[in-house]
């Protein structure tokens, strides 16, 4: 049974960093593409970040670019999302979500994490 477990999440000051992990178990996702997303209230699911597990290639939604950095362990098979420079804007639950192809899209992610509340103060 696969699982994606996110951790990290909770309240910062906007200016602030938080890292989100996400832990991979029931699988390994060495050919696949997991992806960080995004929730806020009363707004759709939209994309902050993917990585192509074997190769590390990256892509980033532009409200994230050059604050946020998606990294994977290898070892541990997990998932990370460094957040730098946080603004009230980023409040929202993140995701972390796996799948075949390398894309922005939700819908083309076959599984799913539960969920990490981030809330940025100003």
Same mark, same amino acid.
């Given at each position: 049974?696969?699982?994606?477990?996110?951790?990290?999440?909770?309240?910062?000051?906007?200016?602030?960093?938080?890292?989100?992990?996400?832990?991979?178990?029931?699988?390994? +996702?060495?050919?696949?593409?997991?992806?960080?997303?995004?929730?806020? #209230?009363?707004?759709? !699911?939209?994309?902050?970040?993917?990585?192509?597990?074997?190769?590390?290639?990256?892509?980033?939604?532009? #409200?994230?670019?050059?604050? +946020?950095?998606?990294? !994977?362990?290898?070892?541990?098979?997990?998932?990370?999302?460094?957040?730098?420079?946080?603004? #009230?804007?980023?409040?929202?639950?993140?995701?972390?979500?796996?799948?075949?192809? +390398?894309?922005?899209? #939700?819908? !083309?992610?076959?599984?799913?994490?539960?969920?990490?509340?981030?809330?940025?103060?100003?």
């Amino acid at each position: 049974q696969v699982q994606l477990v996110e951790s990290g999440g909770g309240l910062v000051q906007a200016g602030g960093s938080l890292t989100l992990s996400c832990a991979a178990s029931g699988r390994t +996702f060495t050919r696949d593409t997991m992806g960080w997303f995004r929730q806020a #209230p009363g707004k759709e !699911r939209e994309f902050v970040a993917a990585i192509i597990w074997y190769s590390g290639t990256t892509m980033y939604a532009d #409200p994230v670019k050059g604050r +946020f950095t998606i990294s !994977r362990d290898n070892a541990k098979n997990t998932l990370y999302l460094q957040m730098n420079s946080l603004k #009230p804007e980023d409040t929202a639950v993140y995701y972390c979500a796996a799948g075949s192809a +390398f894309t922005s899209v #939700p819908g !083309r992610y076959v599984y799913w994490g539960q969920g990490t509340q981030v809330t940025v103060s100003s």
